[in-house]
């Protein structure tokens, strides 16, 4: 019999680099910066991703969308996201909810946090109040440069 809750945790983080579009929760922030990687470097959805992944003991991120491969230049991070949806489905299961928290110096995230929370129940089919986002600075930790998010999920069974 399978478990009626399982519970995931996702952890990634890019670094910023000039003059491209900043993407953090399946939506563009203004800023000077964006964050770097193959794909187009969302942080957040990569995190929410692994979680999903890591509940059902799936393969990760880097696994099912090796870096290496060019068909992920600049792919949206949804695309990761629907996979690990659909491989959760699969399993059985639903997202009862999910939180997390971003690291990062700039840009402020509070004025974004509900475009944010709105996006990411919308991908993840969730409710609004189903998502949880935070956002802190990095206090003390040399981590000015990149963005960090930490999140976890849980599911229960279908
Ligand atoms: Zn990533």
Redesign the pocket.
């Known amino acids: 019999m399978k478990p009626e809750m399982r519970i995931g945790y996702g952890w990634?983080?890019?670094e910023f680099k000039p003059a491209i579009p900043l993407r953090i929760g399946g939506i563009t922030l203004p800023h000077t910066h964006g964050l770097g990687?193959h794909?187009d470097?969302?942080?957040l959805l990569?995190?929410i991703t692994d979680a999903l992944l890591g509940a059902i003991a799936g393969p990760d991120?880097g696994s099912l969308f090796p870096p290496s491969d060019p068909q992920w230049k600049n792919a949206d991070s949804a695309i990761f996201l629907q996979e690990a949806l659909t491989r959760v489905k699969a399993a059985g299961y639903a997202i009862v909810n999910l939180d997390s928290t971003l690291i990062l110096l700039t840009p402020k995230i509070g004025p974004h946090a509900s475009a944010i929370r709105q996006r990411v129940a919308e991908l993840c089919q969730i409710p609004e109040d189903c998502v949880g986002i935070k956002a802190k600075t990095p206090e003390g930790v040399p981590t000015e440069n990149a963005a960090l998010a930490n999140v976890v999920v849980l599911l229960k069974r279908i």
């Open positions: 990634d983080s890019h990687g794909s470097g969302d942080v990569h995190a991120i």
